[in-house]
């Protein structure tokens, strides 16, 4: 039965001035929030759910992304052996929308038979069966991480000064929209970052900015949770290169890029000889390894036997970076 309901509660479609306030309106008029205590209800339900079911070959492992779309709607994407990054496999891909609302405190899925409700932290499915999933919190294994000796802090939340443009929000994260006076060759690169809960907005509009290795080569910050994972979302090389799997949590949670990089080459006449080699962990998940970068991103500067900076997207919606720290090579 339940492979029914995993067909039926699962996700194909990707959804279609700066400011620092718990609640606001943004140009298009999509309520953000940057406060996980004053987010609301809608908020509450957005999430991951695990829980198992009965199979013929013993218990299986099952996972829920609930995206919240605003006004108290909802979708819902299932994943059959565990989250992504957490046993679920990319080829087994989901194909279909099951949209849900809130019903007398909950939210609820509703489908050939099968319903779904939210609400507390617990999803219950009924129909053929009765289901259990928890709601989950995952954590990146390196968030948090400090600096080994040697290392080069660029932000450790006492001071922008190392940023030109760089803003200090009242909690002492950095803002985006700033590019560092650090100049980056081949380097090892952490750092965490925080998109905004913006639930009626949607694509390129819903917690947007971007990490731009060099100042030429775009990894795309967004609010992507539950999406597809394409390089326009987050973990993406913009344009170029979609990450191996959508390593994206819900909004408001801390994650991290954990990025190893290696410049691209140029001879003496300055042709260019090697593409910069990059390896990306989202949230301590591989998502590129070794991936030459052909060419610049929408945006970057141009490809020279020239050491860059870092620069932190300004796209308009309030994402905010902390722990900022790389290591060059001896």
Known sequence: MFRMLASTFALTIAFTSLSFSVACADDKGATTFTDPAKAGADFEIQGEYVGEHETSGGKEKVAFQIIALGNGKFDSVVFLGGLPGDGWKPEAKPHEVVSGEMKDGAAVFSHKGTTLKVSKGVATASGNEKLEFKRVERKSPTLGAKPPEGATVLFDGKSAEGWYQGKLTPDGL????????????????HLEFQTPFMPTARGQGRGNSGVYLQNRYEL???????????????????????PAVNMCFPPLAWQTYDIDFKAARFDDTGKKTANAVVTVLHNGVPIYEKFELPAI???????????????LQDHGNPVRYRNIWMVEPK
């Open 174 to 189: 950095l803002a985006a929209g700033c590019l560092g006076k650090k100049d980056m060759k081949d380097f090892k690169l």
């Open 297 to 311: 991103t929408p945006g970057g500067q141009p490809e020279k036997d020239t050491a860059k900076p870092l620069q």
């Open 220 to 242: 795309q910050v967004l609010d992507s949770f539950g999406l597809e994972g394409k390089d326009n979302e987050c973990g993406g090389f913009y344009s170029i290169k979609a």
